[in-house]
């Protein structure tokens, strides 16, 4: 074979400055993403909450320049306090009292039971929750979507059908955190090995984050 036909022809100097570009581009856009996400975090919390901070107890009144994260430290110490006394057998009492005066709302009452069951199933260490990733033909035969497994049904509507059914949340692109609660046939269901996470990415992505393809974290 020819030696020319065996060497690549080199790069222009437009194109090595183009592959160097996009190589810093792929390297420092998840970083920069990730910080100004975090920094709008704290930004949102501190514009929300500092106001609430007695100036006696707030030290950005006894210095001459801001603190940022103030706010979300402040917050996170009252959330642990608020915590503390929840706990305990008055912080109860108030709360089983509160609720009441909830559950004689019509609409209120609703929206603040659903919200509750939410929170505590998300932060509960209920291992049961959204930890098998799917496979289920959506939206018609031969078409196939990730899905979570959000539990068993053992309740009116699997009384009222005459099959075994799970519950699943298929989530939309890319925005995970909504989508549609399905009820399908146990039968139906391909189980994958993937994780909760590696299936969050590959919707996330659109399908551009294939997790087979990604470094394993060692157990």
Do not use: C
Not at 110 to 122: D, M, R
């Amino acid at each position: 074979m020819p030696e020319d036909q065996m060497t690549p022809p080199k790069k222009t100097l437009f194109q090595r400055m183009k592959t160097y570009f996009i190589t810093g581009l792929v390297v420092a856009s998840p970083v920069g993403i990730t910080i100004y996400l975090a920094l709008a975090f704290i930004d949102l919390i501190d514009r929300n909450v500092k106001p609430l901070i007695p100036d006696a107890y707030n030290p950005e009144t006894y210095l001459p320049f801001p603190l940022p994260g103030l706010g979300l430290v402040f917050l996170f110490l009252m959330l642990t306090v608020l915590g503390f006394f929840a706990a305990n057998f008055l912080g109860k009492y108030l709360i089983r009292v509160g609720e009441r005066l909830l559950n004689r709302m019509p609409v209120i009452r609703s929206v603040y039971n659903t919200l509750k069951q939410i929170f505590e199933t998300v932060i509960s260490e209920n291992k049961g929750s959204f930890q098998e990733v799917v496979l289920i033909e959506y939206p018609r035969k031969d078409l196939w979507a990730i899905a979570f497994i959000s539990g068993e049904n053992t309740g009116e509507i699997q009384e009222k059908l005459s099959h075994d059914v799970v519950n699943v949340f298929l989530p939309t692109t890319p925005n995970p955190t909504s989508g549609f609660l399905l009820f399908v046939p146990r039968k139906d269901i391909i189980r994958l090995d993937m994780s909760p996470d590696e299936g969050a990415k590959y919707v996330i992505s659109a399908g551009l984050v294939d997790p087979s393809n990604l470094p394993r974290k060692e157990d």
